[in-house]
Nanobody, 118 residues
Framework: QVQLVESGGGLVQAGGSLRLSCTAS????????MGWYRQAPGKQRELVAV???????NYTDSVKGRFTISRSNAKDTVYLQMNSLKPEDTAVYYC????????????WGQGTQVTVSS
């Protein structure tokens, strides 16, 4: 069972920046999807930014131009650089990987809280 360990959340003022990290216990080169989701109170979990098969990226519209996903295959780590944070970015951020294409399973991290104050 793959484990995903997140870090980097916290409290920041609007306009500030944070960088989230997610380290996997398995190579991040192979999953069909690898990246970040978030869930705000009372809302459904939503995609934030992910790598998909072939190495391309997909971002939700509300974070385009502000958030950047990156990766280090050598460290089996995915990052989410979040700039120009807004109060509506407040949520629990989850790392996600889908290894079903290589005989594994879908895995979620434990989540890290990001709170943006106005």
């Amino acid at each position: 069972q793959v484990q995903l360990v997140e870090s980097g959340g916290g409290l920041v003022q609007a306009g500030g920046s944070l960088r989230l990290s997610c380290t996997a216990s398995r190579s991040i080169y192979s999953p069909s999807v690898m990246g970040w989701y978030r869930q705000a109170p009372g809302k459904q979990r939503e995609l934030v930014a992910v790598y998909i098969t072939g190495g391309s990226t997909n971002y939700t519209d509300s974070v385009k131009g502000r958030f950047t996903i990156s990766r280090s295959n050598a460290k089996d780590t995915v990052y989410l650089q979040m700039n120009s944070l807004k109060p509506e970015d407040t949520a629990v951020y989850y790392c996600h990987g889908d290894w079903r294409n290589v005989g594994g399973s879908i895995t979620w991290g434990q989540g890290t809280q990001v709170t943006v104050s106005s």
